[in-house]
């Protein structure tokens, strides 16, 4: 393996409980134990009461969107400057963009 960590992005509309934002959460938490992991939660809108759930070596990168279509902007911003090595979206709105 080479010496530069892997980035992994994710990217959820927002903390609010619901199935697939708990599952986008563990998923970032257990990537981040990996040592050679380097991980990125991409929020639309960072509210809800799931946000205490993230580990401390997760990165969590606020888009302030109230919509994806405003957040688009600094995605694009953040993938250019970042590029991670995958991004993984949960629902038909972050993923159908």
Known sequence: ??????KIALFIMSFRAGGG????IDLANA???ESDKKV???????VGQYRNQVS???????????????????????????????ILATDEYTHNL
Do not use: C, H, W
């Open 56 to 86: 401390k070596n997760v990165r969590v990168i606020s888009l302030d969107g109230g919509r994806i279509i405003f957040s688009l902007p600094k995605l694009i911003l953040y993938l250019r400057r970042e590029r991670p090595t995958v």
């Open 31 to 33: 990537f981040a134990d």
């Open 40 to 46: 990125d939660l991409l929020v639309v809108k960072p």
């Open 21 to 24: 934002e708990r599952v986008m």
């Open 1 to 6: 393996m080479t010496k530069n960590k892997q």
